[in-house]
């Protein structure tokens, strides 16, 4: 039972990672690889302001998307006046970036050996303590950035950027502003990333750089893959597939040093799988 609970906790986190990171990609046709810069940058914030500082978690998460989100304007703007294709470089910057601090400014972070002793949140007096009650709040967490990807997505701004995504050339001769939308998308995606860095380093209450690393955005990038690029719906059912069929592994006493690699293995084969059968993904039938 609950380990159950916590495969469900950990499938709700990637369902915000996933919905937002297929605003910038899906949506958008924008290529980013550096959204577990931005999950770590949400986890490591809250952290050490919880741990340093006494913040609460609200507080410290509400720091560490508003964080994520001027570096992923930062990151952004130079990169896109420029031109899309800079973006994949300046992203793999600010990855190779993020885990080098994190790993090597031990005064706030202690660099390889983490940040252990995270305190679990508390919200105005009531203790997550428990995992139900961190189900129950991964849950609303899940619930408000969903909702808030939804309403983008069929607002005018997400026309805008299907509009991009189809022909930029065209939205720009509209008169719309094509950075701005862009930036604007990588901050947004940024920003509820670094909600989902938060809910994870108050759940496990320690992190690492280990768990930010290039190949955390590579299976990130996966989860939109095998949804559907711009199915939001897709990205939620990937999200729980991805994470709860490795999980069958544990239940058919493999040892560790071939659930590893079998879980490298099916990731790959579902890649190979929807690039060949399946190009927009395996939830996405229109």
């Given at each position: 039972m609950e380990y159950g609970l916590h495969v469900l906790?950990?499938?709700?986190?990637?369902?915000?990672?996933?919905?937002?990171?297929?605003?910038?990609v899906g949506c958008t046709g924008l290529f980013s690889i550096a959204h577990a810069a931005f999950y770590g940058i949400g986890a490591y914030t809250a952290a050490i302001?919880?741990?340093?500082?006494?913040?609460?978690?609200?507080?410290g998460t509400a720091a560490g998307v508003i964080l994520a989100?001027?570096?992923?304007?930062?990151?952004?703007?130079?990169?896109?006046?420029?031109?899309?294709?800079?973006?994949?470089?300046?992203?793999?910057?600010?990855?190779?970036?993020?885990?080098?601090?994190?790993?090597?400014?031990?005064?706030?972070?202690?660099?390889?050996m983490g940040l252990p002793g995270?305190?679990?949140?508390?919200?105005?007096?009531?203790?997550?303590?428990?995992?139900?009650?961190?189900?129950?709040?991964?849950?609303?967490?899940?619930a408000v950035c969903l909702i808030l990807v939804w309403h983008v997505t069929r607002s005018?701004?997400?026309?805008?950027?299907?509009?991009?995504?189809?022909?930029?050339?065209?939205?720009?001769?509209?008169?719309?502003?094509?950075?701005?939308?862009?930036?604007?998308?990588?901050?947004f995606a940024g920003a509820i990333a670094a909600v989902a860095g938060s809910l994870y380093a108050h759940y496990i209450t320690f992190i690492n750089?280990?768990?930010?690393?290039?190949?955390?955005?590579?299976?990130?990038?996966?989860?939109?893959i095998v949804g559907g690029l711009g199915n939001f719906g897709g990205s939620i059912a990937a999200a729980a597939l991805l994470i709860a069929?490795?999980?069958g592994l544990r239940f058919l006493n493999v040892p560790d040093s071939v659930a590893g690699p079998s879980r490298h293995l099916l990731y790959g084969?579902?890649?190979?799988?929807?690039?060949?059968?399946?190009p927009q993904g395996l939830f996405k039938w229109s």
């Amino acid at each position: 039972m609950e380990y159950g609970l916590h495969v469900l906790i950990i499938i709700g986190i990637y369902m915000i990672l996933a919905s937002s990171f297929n605003l910038v990609v899906g949506c958008t046709g924008l290529f980013s690889i550096a959204h577990a810069a931005f999950y770590g940058i949400g986890a490591y914030t809250a952290a050490i302001l919880s741990l340093r500082y006494g913040w609460s978690f609200l507080g410290g998460t509400a720091a560490g998307v508003i964080l994520a989100a001027l570096i992923g304007a930062l990151i952004a703007l130079p990169s896109l006046r420029v031109g899309g294709d800079y973006l994949v470089i300046s992203s793999f910057a600010l990855m190779m970036l993020t885990y080098s601090i994190f790993l090597n400014w031990t005064s706030p972070t202690r660099g390889p050996m983490g940040l252990p002793g995270i305190p679990q949140p508390s919200i105005l007096g009531w203790k997550v303590d428990s995992l139900p009650e961190y189900v129950l709040l991964v849950s609303i967490f899940v619930a408000v950035c969903l909702i808030l990807v939804w309403h983008v997505t069929r607002s005018p701004f997400g026309r805008v950027l299907r509009a991009i995504r189809e022909n930029e050339v065209a939205a720009s001769a509209l008169g719309k502003n094509v950075v701005y939308f862009k930036v604007a998308v990588v901050m947004f995606a940024g920003a509820i990333a670094a909600v989902a860095g938060s809910l994870y380093a108050h759940y496990i209450t320690f992190i690492n750089p280990d768990s930010f690393t290039l190949l955390e955005s590579i299976f990130i990038f996966c989860i939109v893959i095998v949804g559907g690029l711009g199915n939001f719906g897709g990205s939620i059912a990937a999200a729980a597939l991805l994470i709860a069929l490795p999980e069958g592994l544990r239940f058919l006493n493999v040892p560790d040093s071939v659930a590893g690699p079998s879980r490298h293995l099916l990731y790959g084969a579902l890649l190979v799988f929807c690039m060949r059968f399946r190009p927009q993904g395996l939830f996405k039938w229109s």
